[in-house]
């Protein structure tokens, strides 16, 4: 059973640029978490669907991110424009149920910006 | 405040030896679950085992087990027989409550080197 899929695993761009992240949750699962990890703040959420609808985007930085889930297997993380600052790993990950529970990791799209 | 805090940025343990890897967290919720999750060098996180608070029994699942110590608020991950695998970015987190949501607060991180 394939998991949390991302793409890319690796972007690299310059600064002011527009950047797109792209998860495929786990087949059944209705859930779907964003997150950052950098090191000198650790793992943030950004964002969490449930059934497709934004539960929570308290975490989201600022304007310039937004998050979308058009369907049950597929969100897209934007970032427009682009810093420095948001260099950094940015995973998604899902779980089944309404709450959070066990929760599955993509590998993890790492994000550099110049 | 609600928070879960990791003391020990890095531990080493012997290959075969058990470790302990100290969690402590705090919240005002009679409901909450504490996660502990795996992060290897190649950066995916894993899961290893859940506990809840209502749970009576300490959570184990092969050679993790937690040491859920409630009047403490500690949640503690024990690694038994360490294998040289077992080096990684070791987070706690806890599912807590806030506005109305759920979501899950990560530690800082300890960093576990196995020595052979």
């Known amino acids: 059973d394939a998991g949390v899929i991302q793409s890319p695993r690796h972007e690299v761009t310059e600064m002011g640029q527009e950047v797109t992240l792209r998860c495929k949750p786990i087949s059944g699962h209705n859930s779907l978490f964003w997150y950052r990890q950098t090191m000198m703040r650790g793992l943030e959420l950004l964002i969490y669907?449930?059934?497709?609808?934004?539960?929570?985007d308290s975490g989201m930085p600022e304007d310039r991110f937004s998050a979308k889930m058009p369907n049950a297997s597929f969100s897209t993380l934007k970032i427009q424009p682009s810093e420095p600052r948001d260099s950094a790993v940015y995973f998604c990950?899902?779980?089944?149920?309404?709450?959070?529970?066990?929760?599955?990791f993509g590998p993890g799209t790492r994000l550099t910006v110049t | 405040a609600q928070k879960i805090t990791q003391t020990q940025p890095g531990m080493f343990v012997q290959e075969k030896e058990a470790v302990t890897l100290d969690c402590t967290y705090d919240?005002?919720?009679?409901?909450?679950?504490l996660f502990w999750y795996k992060q290897p060098s190649s950066g995916e996180m894993i899961f290893l085992i859940y506990?809840?608070?209502?749970?009576?029994q300490n959570a184990t699942e092969g050679r993790y087990s937690l040491n859920f110590q409630k009047a403490r608020k500690s949640a503690n991950l024990v690694i038994s027989a360490s294998q040289l695998g077992d080096s990684a970015m070791y987070f706690c987190a806890m599912r807590l409550t806030q506005g109305g949501s759920e979501k899950l607060v990560f530690g800082k991180g300890t960093k576990l080197t196995v020595n052979p």
């Open positions: 669907f449930n059934n497709n609808v934004p539960i929570d």
């Open positions: 990950a899902s779980s089944y149920g309404q709450g959070i529970d066990e929760q599955y």
């Open positions: 919240t005002s919720d009679p409901s909450y679950g």
């Open positions: 506990q809840g608070s209502y749970d009576q």
